[in-house]
């Protein structure tokens, strides 16, 4: 059994999956790199198969028809041996000094039969017009190089969140957790975090910047002109964070307020896409989304409406929208997302 299972997904990603690969080979023996061609048109099953034979112990390639990064990850869960298992994009990579440092504390855990569900580490975007490297760094809010529990846990800031690119999940939670990730629709991530947490007991945080997320294509589906193209998907998915989170079903005070926390940026980032696309179609879509929220659950609706961004976010007419516009541009500068 291997210690770590890392997931490639790949749609047409010859022009920089090698490089991602080659940050993730010196894990060696320990590690399956499991490549996952979804489906590509350009030379990325050739680049994947050339790896699984000059690295046959430790790259598994699987080939399936496209379904989206959802079905990739799930493809990658599916077939997972590793006793944990990271997701890494194929244009992203990590930091091969702090990966090293990691796997040594994963064999703790294994070979001490410590059962942690989920490790967290830093990550940077790595903006390809910005000098200036932001990382997301949780030492303020979590317990260092501990096993520790939602209780242990300091409320996150405004702009502090946990993304894919954070964690590594114990492979087990994630295959019995009931998460399945739908096709054909971006910014699944969101659920790929989501879902899980409220299965996981224990956590380990390692403050080291391990994974470098990269921002700067055109197409990237994080840009936020392809962001507004894609709302419906972005709200699909926000449809389905409010499906999942079952407040009532939520025994951890600090868990619950991390995932109203999640919930709440997700639903932050859907209304100021709606808001910003200018139409009467997208506000109808804003005001609809809202509603589904509080006809699902009222006491959740009451806890994000009410709060200061949910506020911020309903403010009345047009100038009410160029305020909400506002203080989301001022988040952006601070915090370094698209």
């Known amino acids: 059994m291997k210690l770590l299972s890392v997931v490639i997904p790949c749609y047409n990603s010859q022009d920089y999956m090698e490089y991602c690969i080659e940050s993730l080979l ?13 489906g590509s048109s350009d030379n990325t099953a ?15 390639v699987i080939h399936q028809e496209n379904g989206g990064h959802g079905e990739a990850v799930n493809a990658g869960i599916r077939n997972a041996s ?19 440092k990691i796997l040594k504390i994963l ?31 949780y030492e303020d809010v979590l317990p260092v190089d501990k096993i520790f529990t939602w209780e ?27 998460l399945v990730l739908p096709k054909h629709t971006f910014y699944v991530d969101n659920l790929f975090v989501f879902v899980p947490l409220k299965h996981v007991k224990t956590m380990y945080y390692i403050n080291l910047e391990f994974y470098r997320y990269f921002i ?14 894609r709302i419906d998907q972005q709200i699909k998915v926000n449809k389905q964070m409010i499906d999942d989170l079952e407040l009532e079903d939520i025994r951890s005070p600090k868990l619950r307020q991390y ?28 005001k609809e989304l809202w509603k589904y929220m509080k006809d699902k659950d009222q006491e959740l609706y009451h806890e994000i409406r009410y709060g ?3 506020i911020l976010l309903n403010l009345p007419g047009r100038p009410g929208r160029s305020i909400s516009v506002g203080g989301y541009k001022i988040s952006q500068r601070f915090i370094g997302f698209n």
Not at 107 to 134: A, L, P, R
């Open 26 to 38: 010196p894990g060696g023996e320990d590690v399956e790199l499991l490549i996952v061609n979804d």
């Open 46 to 60: 050739k680049i994947a198969d050339d790896y699984a034979v000059r690295y046959p112990s430790n790259v598994r």
């Open 82 to 100: 590793g006793f944990y298992l990271k997701v890494v994009d194929s244009d992203d990579w990590v930091d091969v000094r702090a990966y090293l």
């Open 107 to 137: 064999k703790g855990f294994v070979t001490e039969k410590q059962t942690v569900d989920m490790i967290i580490s830093n990550f940077t975007y790595e903006k390809e017009d910005k000098k200036y490297k932001k990382v997301m760094k």
């Open 152 to 178: 242990d846990i300091k409320p996150f800031r405004r702009g502090q969140y946990l993304l894919m690119h954070s964690l590594i999940y114990r492979t087990e939670l994630l295959k019995n957790c009931g």
């Open 216 to 229: 700067g294509r055109e197409d990237q589906s994080v840009q936020e002109n392809v962001m507004i193209k």
């Open 259 to 286: 995932l109203l926390h999640q919930l709440e940026i997700v639903t932050v980032i859907s209304s100021i896409l709606l808001i910003k696309s200018g139409t009467a179609e997208n506000l109808q879509k804003k």
């Open 308 to 310: 200061m961004i949910g």
